[in-house]
């Protein structure tokens, strides 16, 4: 029938489905009918009667101008939908009244606009929380002989890849049975839904501006900080209101939770990934992918860290503002190198496909194909690769981008860690230059893993005419893990290395420097795709880059290797990176195995089996000293603490760990009675045999005008050494600051009165084996 302005009004009479003759197929062949009249700019409102539950009022809709992809509603009230689907013959917009709902309520025909569909749509259930998906028709070209190619089958129903929030995206959620790719009927289960959603709404968490150069971070998985704290009541732990909770203790009455990240002193928080992914991808019966790196929807926060169901979105935000309200930055690991929807499989000689989204609305142009273009690249061990070849404007490069802008805009966060980060510039005709020049983020710090299974760009973005002088790239160094964890077993021997490793230079395959800036270079000992610090120290592994002794069971060497580990990382030149628990000795010995306990990824229980999931969760008792939850740990973990946190104390008080630009070395013994000429430089005091013998070594990194000087003395040996000639560097007296090798509270001395309560060295100072210590003189 037609309304009195003209446009076309389709009512499907209730008792036609009463006698049953109206199918969901049928209204989808009488919606293709009027598609044609959307190609003229007329409205047409349909009014499906669904086929269960109450009607739904009438929906408006009509072709849309909106530019962007996903779904966004107007100040008119109108929501616009867009789907990036270059090779559909048709797309549909699903939408659902209920959560559960496995049949669409109304399906509404959407406009080809080049290689996207647009529509929008208006109505009194057209609003915020409105449930949609895609149906997605065209070529179905692949096979189990031919997978990478066109994969279409309307009978799928398909998430939005741009949808702001969405349902838990899981395998059981979405499909009722094996998706194959000639499924004559749907076969969906009724969950994994998008949800419309408008940010304009909520409060901004602000930002943090960390100076690149004064970054300390602390990675930190939400389940695994708050898990098990007791203190936290039982429906937060694990939740992103968890958290954000303050006021939490140990059960000795120590700081727990976000306090301890304050007392601890870090100045940025890095979370595993918080986007929406995949659990389901454990590949051990009744176990989950536990960290999350199988990502569904780049723009939707994870569902499961909600304490309330469907709040995920503003309880993310509410803990980003609670650590941007402590003067903490907030880095979120990102996952753009792969999906969660893996590669099509064979199954009894028949092609399955995981199709969330990407699989089944735009294959071929966002994933790359091996080099006879018939399966998936699969540099990730992921079971696919993003193809980020080519130009800035390909759509896998502008997904990208939006999705950055949208974390960066709308919840705050202050930095990225990319996961893979090699594939991102693999084929690019920009490196990774492209993520670099988008004004919408351009106050965001960009770290990059610079690995993946087909190869290591050490120096990433620092080589090939690439700088700091046109971009801001800063990479994880692998080799400063690798070497360091050598140098605590007496296993280095290469003074030069260590030493650029120290200065901030990194080092690359070959050698040679791997950072063109100190703050470009991100050290770390330990992080969650390894060993911890303690396991480093209780294992043996001389695989690969593990680089693990067991220290011959002595818990003491353990004591000193680990807090050695600690006090280098903390007093090198770059980034510091800290993994959640090693400042207290935090192991995953109980897991099954070794081999497991250096790949924890799947240690989550459906059953919620202790065993499993405790492997992964942080002991808070271990703070405290107490290691009666977990015998294997380190007894040592409140003095471990200590020392942590003295030391990021210190790297904090003055500038001399943590320098934007490479210090000038002098030589000689300078010092305050030729002017400044030594304010702000660095100097080896002392050096021990050379490369082939353990390193020995002491470096003096000269203070700024107003600050003292720091000497740093390690001892790469296992027997002790003394540096003798301290008087030549310093008119005054070398006091000393922190010594590794002895025990809790007598290895630092404060800060704040370090000139009358630090003992002096009287001209000469012993460093036990496999230690280090720090002095401190005002140079007067």
Known sequence: MWDQNGAAELVLKPRYLNRGLLTLGRKMDMVRRLHSCIAWGIVIAICFWPVHGLPWAAVEFAPSDEQRLGAHIDEKGWIHFGLHSP??????????????????????PMQRNRGNWRIKIKGSEAT??????????????????????????????????????????????????????????????????????????????????????????????VQDYTARIEALAPELRGTYLGLARSGLNTPGGLSAGIDHLVELGVTAVQLMPVM???????????????????????????????????????????????????????????????????????????????????????????????????????????????DFS????????????????????????????FDLARILADGSQTAADWIDNDPRFAAAHLHAEPWDMGGVWWDFMDNY??????????????????????????????????????????????????????????????????????????????????????????????????????????????????????????????????????????YESTTGETAINHVNWMDWRLKDGDTGGSPAAAAYGKELFHWTKGLIALRKQWSHFRRADFPEYIHGAPNDENGPRNDGRFTYAWEGPGDGSPTQLAVIWWGKRGEPDLMVIYNEHWEAFAVENLATWSKGNWKILARSWFGDQADLCGLADWQTNCPDAEGRIEVKGRSMAILISNND
């Open 276 to 386: 929406e992914y995949d659990e389901e991808t454990g590949n051990v019966e009744g176990r989950l992918n536990h960290w999350g790196y199988m990502t569904t929807n780049f723009f939707a926060p994870e569902s499961r860290y909600a304490a309330v169901e469907g709040q995920q979105v503003l309880e993310l935000k509410e803990l980003v503002r609670a650590i941007h309200q402590r003067g903490i930055a907030v880095f979120m690991d990102v996952v753009y190198n792969h999906t969660g929807e893996g590669e099509p499989w064979s199954d009894d000689g028949r092609l399955a496909a995981k199709c969330y989204n990407f699989m089944c609305s735009s294959l071929t142009s966002v994933y790359r194909a091996t080099t006879d273009g018939r399966n998936f690249s699969n540099a990730t061990g992921a079971g696919n690769d993003l």
């Open 465 to 602: 005419g690439w700088s700091h002088t046109n971009n801001r790239w800063a990479k994880w160094l692998g080799q400063y893990r690798d070497q360091m964890r050598r140098f605590s077993q007496t296993g280095l021997r290469t003074r030069s290395a260590f030493k650029r490793l120290i200065e901030g230079y990194g080092q690359n395959d070959a050698g040679s420097p791997a950072s063109t800036k100190p703050w470009r270079s991100v050290n770390f000992i330990a992080v969650h795709d390894g060993y911890t610090l303690r396991d480093c120290t209780f294992f043996n592994d001389r695989g690969g880059s593990h680089n693990c002794w067991d220290s011959d069971g002595d818990e003491n060497l353990r004591r000193e290797r680990s807090k050695l580990l600690m006090g280098i990382l903390l007093t090198s030149q770059g980034v510091p990176l800290v993994l959640q628990g090693d400042e207290f000795g935090h192991t995953k010995s109980g897991a099954r195995s070794q081999a497991d306990a250096h790949n924890t990824y799947n």
């Open 87 to 108: 090779a559909a013959d048709q797309v549909h917009l699903l939408l659902f009244d209920s959560p559960r709902a496995r049949v669409a309520s109304q399906v509404v």
């Open 390 to 417: 080519g130009g800035d404007d390909r759509y896998t490069k502008r997904l990208v981008r939006d999705s950055l802008a949208l974390w960066h805009q709308a919840y705050g966060i202050d930095g990225f860690r």
């Open 128 to 221: 915020a929380g409105l449930l949609y998906m895609y149906q997605v028709a065209g070529p179905l070209v692949a096979s189990v002989a031919d997978r990478h190619a066109a994969l279409f089958n309307q009978n799928y129903s398909l998430g939005d890849p741009y949808a702001y929030k969405t349902q838990n995206v899981r395998f059981s959620e979405v499909f009722a049975s094996t998706p194959f790719t000639t499924i004559s009927a749907s076969i969906y289960a009724g969950g994994g839904k998008s949800v419309v959603y408008d940010h304009s709404r909520d409060v901004f968490p602000q930002h943090v501006s960390i100076p690149p150069q004064d970054l300390i971070l602390y990675e930190l998985h």
